[in-house]
C-alpha cells in the first residue's frame, strides 16, 4: 500500500482543523506523505468538492490515498465510507462527494466504517469526524490495516451521488450550465471541449462571446469562451474575472451556437 495521503476539505486555512487532522495522521503514520489537495472548497458545498476532487486525484499514481471532508451533515446517520477503486481507496462521508471520480473510476468495493478500534476515539466528537474517525482510519489504511477491518462491506450501488446536469440539444447548438467557478473567476460549463469544433461562439444574456485557443487571442479586458485543462468549455476575462463582469453563479445557462454566429 502507498504512504502517499491527498487531503481536501471546506475547513479553510484560518483555523486549526487540516492541523488537528494531519497530527492524528503522523501520530499513527510518521511514514506518511501527505499532499494537500485544497482547503477553501466552499464551506458545506458538496458539489464544489465533487468537482475539485474529479479535476486532482485521477493524476495521483495507482494504489494512493484520498481523504475528503465537506461534511455538512456531520454527527448524522449519514454513513462514514471507504471506497476501493482502480486508482486507490477513497474516504470520506457517503454524502456524493466522491460521485464524481466514481462516475470515471467505479467502486470496487466500499465498507461502513463502524469499527471504534480505528477511530481517535470509541465515542467522537459529533462535529469533528474528519479529526475522529477519518484521518485514523487514512492512517490505518497507510500502515496496511485491510478494508474489510473497519467496518461491514456495503453494496457500491447504495453510495450517494449527486445529480449532475448535462448540455441540452438546443434549436441553434446546445444549452448547458455552470459548474464550477475557479478563484480566476473562469465560468467552467458543462459543454464538454469538443462541442466547440463546431461552434461559431457561445450566448450569454444578449452578449456574443467568441470563442478562442488561448487568452492571447483577445484583447485585455474583452471575454472568450475556450477549453479548459479540465476539458469543458469555460467562459474567461483576459486579466479579468468573467465571474465579477457578468455578475454569474453557479447553475446559470449558456447558449453554445453551431455553425454560422446569429
Known sequence: MS??????????????YVGAMKGV???????????????EVPAQDVAAGRWQLLQAVPYFPAGSVHLAVVDPDVGSDRRAVVIETAIGLLI?????????????????RAVSLTNPNYWQSPQPDPTFHGRDIF????????NGVPLTELGPLIDPASLQT???????????????QIQAIDRFGNLITNLPAELGQTAAGLIWGDRWLPLARTYS?????????????HGYLEIAQRNGSAQQTLAANMGAVVRLVCGRAP
Open 135 to 142: 484521518a485514523p482510519v487514512a492512517a490505518h489504511l497507510l
Open 3 to 16: 504512504r502517499l495521503l491527498t487531503l481536501l476539505t471546506d475547513f479553510g486555512s484560518q483555523d486549526s
Open 25 to 39: 495522521i503522523y501520530s499513527l503514520c510518521p511514514q506518511a506523505t501527505l499532499v494537500d489537495l485544497c482547503h
Open 162 to 176: 449527486l445529480i449532475e446536469s448535462h448540455p441540452q440539444r438546443s434549436d441553434q447548438g446546445w444549452q448547458g
Open 92 to 108: 470520506g462521508p457517503d454524502n456524493g462527494l466522491w460521485s464524481g471520480v466514481l462516475s470515471r473510476f467505479p467502486a470496487q
Open 217 to 229: 487571442e483577445v484583447a485585455i479586458g474583452e471575454l472568450l469562451v475556450l477549453a479548459g485543462s
